[in-house]
């Protein structure tokens, strides 16, 4: 009996002995697996890593990397400020005076391979506290280095942000904090007759100096001594070299232009004094925010250029409005079957008198908008839809020009014969 149980004991354990061996067997065959599919996965990827879709080996020199920057993208918010009070121009110089800088600049210019420095000066206005610093482009121009200097004496290096030649605007950037911003205005809300005030730096040597006067015109045309044809705020306000880029001021403190040019000579003997000119500060805004938080400018655009119809073209019974000179290949206004020789003489259902409303109405439109032109046509009256495009331009460029660096040496505003 206790052989019999003994026996069957043993049995009982000895069967249990082969299905212990066969799990180990499944646990090498398990790693054996696990380690031909690695080799098979390892080798597929340095095959894909080192072969294009055709199978063709990828050298090392064949290999481009790209970097992709990423950075914080600048926003300018804008912040309401109460400025219904009428002040005096004492007032609104101790309000501006720590808002507004001087610039200098060094140019060099190369003159057959003679290299000469020359410094020149400007004015300029605080926008940002953290040290965006508003100017004419024709300030810094093929500027070397660009100095702001503020009213309590500090001086900062500024960089060159962007600009828009056509507009005489730039953008600079000093290392700053804490400064003191403008605020700006409204320039359609100007009136012919309102007081203003300019302060800037006259000569580059009467420092912070405050001109007043009038509002003596609006929409001035006038073509600059760079040939650059602009609409300007024409003042009574003593504006000269030095000035260029400052702020015109509204006695309610706000800026309501950058003050870019001044009517000189003499005609007939008699000398000419107090026309000076301003940009309308709405003509601007839009670009200098473009360019702060772009990197580079866009405007509205439909692909034109426009003269008046004159009056003699009138008495033949041709309607007022804007001809059509010009229409670019591909632009909006060729795409809605503008054609040259066309007089635009109403827009959305308004009558123009000429071609500055057409200017005028694009400038305000968004891109995207439709423009319902009328127009006169070879004795016919069409409409055309006209959906307004956006031109994009760079806000950067090398502003040195082959034929400056050869020697040409011409001025041009704000130190050339007419206008400065």
């Known amino acids: ?144 280095s660009i100095t702001v200097s503020l009213y309590d004496g500090t001086a900062y290096e500024a960089e060159l942000i962007g600009y828009d030649a056509g507009n005489d605007i730039a953008v600079l950037k000093v290392e700053a904090e804490g400064l003191t911003p403008v605020v700006i205005g409204d320039s359609e809300n100007l009136n012919v007759g309102d007081s203003v005030i300019a302060i800037g730096n006259p000569l580059g040597e009467l420092t912070f100096s405050l001109t007043s006067g009038a509002v003596s015109a609006l929409d001035r045309e006038i073509t600059l001594s760079n040939s650059v044809t602009m609409e300007l705020i024409q003042t009574d306000c003593a504006i000269n070299s030095g000035n260029s880029g400052g702020a015109l001021f509204n006695l309610y403190g706000e800026v309501v232009g950058v003050t870019n040019a001044k009517y000189s000579g003499s005609g007939g003997g008699a000398s000419i004094d107090n026309i000076g000119f301003a940009i309308p500060v709405n003509h601007v805004k839009d670009i200098i925010k473009s360019i702060i938080e772009n990197g580079y400018i866009t405007k509205p655009y439909i692909g034109v250029s426009v003269a008046e119809v004159s009056r003699e073209t009138q008495s033949y019974g041709l309607p007022k409005g804007a001809a059509v000179r010009g229409v670019a290949e591909d632009g909006p206004a060729a795409a809605a079957g503008l054609e040259e020789n066309d007089i635009i003489a109403a827009i959305n259902g308004e009558e123009i008198d000429g071609s500055k409303a057409l200017v005028d109405a694009v400038r305000n439109a968004s891109v995207g908008d439709e423009l319902v032109f009328t127009v006169y046509r070879k004795g016919e009256v069409i409409e055309l839809k006209v959906i307004v495009g956006e031109d994009v331009q760079p806000a950067r460029a090398d502003e040195k020009s082959e034929e400056e660096d050869q020697g040409n040496g011409q001025m041009t505003f704000p130190w050339g014969n007419r206008f400065r």
């Open 1 to 144: 009996m206790e052989n019999n149980l003994y026996e069957k004991e043993s049995d009982s354990i000895h069967s249990l002995q082969p299905k212990k061996g066969w799990t180990r067997k499944k646990i090498v065959v398990l790693i054996a697996l696990c380690l031909l599919l690695g080799g098979i996965i390892e080798a597929g990827w340095n095959y894909f890593s080192t072969h294009d879709r055709s199978g063709e080996t990828v050298q090392d020199s064949q290999r481009s990397t790209m970097m992709e920057g990423v950075r914080e993208k600048s926003v300018l918010d804008i912040i309401s400020i109460d400025t219904s009070r009428e002040m005096t121009p004492a007032e609104v110089y101790a309000a501006n005076v720590n808002s507004t800088v001087g610039i200098t600049t060094s140019v060099t210019t190369n003159f057959w391979g003679f290299h000469t420095t020359s410094a020149a000066a400007g004015s300029g206005f605080i926008l940002t506290d953290d040290g965006y610093v508003i100017t004419n482009h024709h300030v810094i121009e093929n500027s070397d």
